[in-house]
């Protein structure tokens, strides 16, 4: 048996799709797991729509989620002449035909189907003419001369056995009257080019692959095995398009989802391993099977990314996470500067609480990250004269501390909840505000001793809370 290869086939027609991405994982952990090879083929034929930095973001998009693949890219633009060329073999074998009906003609064609609700199939008019009949101002196409009788089956890996009748395919268009060749012709040169064994994409193609099969039994090419995978809805249960909130790996790395949590979740969307459901990737590539994928689709759910995501949070190492958090910062938020790092790092064990995104580490960090506060004026209404007097209290008994520690702060703290005839949130909302200009945040013991007694007494000095 030769080497399992499979691979990911996008167009750069815009930012890899979410529904894309689980396709490349599938690929990638099924080539992984029966030791093979996982390829990528860039699909660039359609010159109008492609350009260079999608192909950029699709090949950036699969490295940051973790996704390598064997080899250079497969650019299917330069390949259009070996294409070109099996369409000639097909024609000098009688598996194809040139067909010189008009536009015209085929737009009436179309208009008739739909008059009698029918789905629109051409009607084969230059399947057996004789070339002799043809007129001379119209370049024809080449259509594939596709069976006629009987029925096709398709073994699918996922599916089971489907079968079609053969006279619901039409003589599709393998050459355009421009000379370039369609997408049906090109996917089924490249993938025997390629060595292919193993072709996993969405149920969407199910139709496509029953065209491929008839050209790869005409040019009498091993068949690849198949499997279609059901494709990702959005909550409302429709098919999931690029044009959907969070359809982009994007949506996902700027509000802080990390790859590795992103990753297990789409593992997990439509395919199961026993009941477990956290898996690393040396796991994932172990137990995935073909097996284990489902046949109904899959409805995305920002929910259960946002508490994946806050698993892998609270269950990283510091070193990490503070890697990830740092990326994150740099790419979308602020740079988090040298000198801040090891206060950052450190401060991390109380920050990823309750935080299910980086963007929530972020948004609790800001008052580690710059010695200017910015206040929000509707805390600061909250800081009246009591609070004012709760603020220098504390100012002035932290001033002797020699330890600076939780154990040394609490028991100033339940003093002046007790000589303020106050409680808590008394005590800590006031100090907080002052601290961070915000009245929400870690928790007050946290922030006071991250930010160190020095940079403490400087922010309480401020004339504002005098």
């Known amino acids: 048996m030769s080497k399992v290869a499979t691979r990911f086939a996008p167009s750069p027609t815009g930012p890899l799709h979410i529904g894309g991405v689980r396709t490349a994982l599938f690929n990638w952990l099924f080539a992984k797991n029966k030791g093979g090879d996982f390829l990528l083929r860039i699909e660039d034929t359609d010159k109008e729509r492609s350009k260079k930095e999608y192909q950029n973001q699709i ?34 074998k009688g598996n194809a035909y040139k067909c010189y009906c008009s536009n015209e003609e085929i737009e009436e064609q179309k208009k008739r189907a739909k008059q009698k609700k029918i789905p ?18 119209i370049k024809p196409v080449i259509r594939f001369k596709s069976k006629i009788d009987g029925k096709s089956k398709l073994k ?29 012709l090109s ?39 198949f499997a279609h995978i059901p494709l990702i809805h959005t909550k409302e249960g429709k098919k999931l398009s690029k044009r959907d909130k969070d359809s982009t790996l994007d949506d996902y790395s700027k509000i802080g989802i990390m790859p590795e949590a992103l990753r297990n979740y789409l593992l997990r969307l439509g395919w199961s391993f026993q009941d477990k459901e956290i898996f690393n990737l040396e796991e994932s590539i172990k137990h995935f099977n073909l097996e284990g994928i489902g046949k109904s689709p899959s409805k995305l759910d920002l929910n ?46 109380f920050l990823k609480n309750k935080a299910k995104t980086l963007e929530d580490i972020f948004n609790n960090l800001k008052y580690l990250l710059s010695d200017e506060i910015n206040f929000n004026d509707e805390d600061l209404k909250l800081i009246d004269s009591t609070s004012k007097g709760i603020i220098a209290e504390f100012k002035s008994k932290i001033k002797d501390i020699s330890k600076f ?62």
């Open 405 to 466: 520690d939780r154990e040394s702060l609490e028991p100033l703290i339940n003093e002046l909840i007790k000589t303020n005839n106050t409680n808590f949130k008394g005590v800590g909302q006031p100090l907080r505000i002052a601290l961070t200009g915000s009245k929400y945040g870690p928790g007050i013991y946290d922030i006071i001793v991250s930010l160190g007694k020095d940079e403490v007494l400087k922010r309480l000095g401020n004339k504002i809370f005098i």
């Open 304 to 349: 259960r990314i946002l508490s994946m995501n806050e698993y892998y949070i609270k269950n990283m190492k510091e070193d990490n996470l503070f890697d990830q958090l740092k990326e994150f910062c740099e790419n979308y938020k602020e740079k988090i500067l040298p000198e801040k790092e090891d206060q950052v790092k450190k401060s991390l064990i």
């Open 59 to 92: 090949i950036q998009s699969l490295k940051w989620i973790g996704i390598d693949y064997d080899s250079d890219e497969y650019i299917q633009s330069t390949k259009i002449s070996g294409h070109v060329k099996i369409v000639a073999e097909l024609l000098k």
């Open 187 to 225: 996917v089924t040169v490249d993938d025997h080019e390629m060595n292919v064994t193993h072709i996993i994409r969405g149920d969407d193609h199910k139709i496509n692959t029953f065209k491929q099969m008839q050209i790869y039994e005409a040019m009498n090419w091993d068949l690849p095995k």
């Open 156 to 184: 699918d890996l996922v599916q089971g056995d489907v079968e079609i009748d053969n006279n619901t395919i039409e003589d599709f268009v393998i050459l355009r009257n421009d000379g370039t060749p369609t997408y049906n």
């Open 120 to 137: 629109y199939i051409y009607d084969r008019k230059w399947r057996d003419k004789n070339e002799n009949e043809a007129p001379k101002n």
